[in-house]
């Protein structure tokens, strides 16, 4: 079993900055690729960005590339967000998550443990 607590949402102007943290519980963090998505009002959920279990590899959404970089620290058990020139389209609740799968990280079926979600609010 593993638990997905996410932290550092907040309230942001458009062009502002933003790290998201996600801290998972256990000693098998390493075995997990890890994954961010986002959920905004009356949307479905969409995939935001993913990193391998190493750190080596990462992926992104084609609307958050170049402005958002995903990474880990497997010693603190931690995967983050960096949210960069944040606009009013990316508010929305951020999930992190956990896979034991090698690919097809885009796709949320196949996520295994899942956080509670961190709201991310950017004004314009």
């Known amino acids: 079993q593993v638990q997905l607590v996410e932290s550092g949402g907040g309230l942001v102007q458009a062009g502002g900055s933003l790290r998201l943290s996600c801290a998972a519980s256990g000693r098998t963090f390493s075995s997990f690729a890890m994954g961010w998505f986002r959920q905004a009002p009356g949307k479905e959920r969409e995939f935001v960005a993913a990193i391998t279990r190493g750190g080596v590899g990462t992926y992104y959404a084609n609307s958050v590339k170049g402005r958002f970089t995903i990474s880990r620290d497997n010693a603190k058990n931690t995967v983050y967000l960096q949210m960069n020139s944040l606009k009013p389209e990316d508010t929305a609740v951020y999930y992190c998550?956990?896979?034991?799968?090698?690919?097809?990280?885009?796709?949320?079926?196949?996520?295994?443990?899942w956080g509670q979600g961190t709201q991310v609010t950017v004004s314009s």
């Open positions: 998550a956990a896979t034991r799968r090698d690919s097809n990280y885009g796709h949320r079926g196949i996520y295994d443990y």
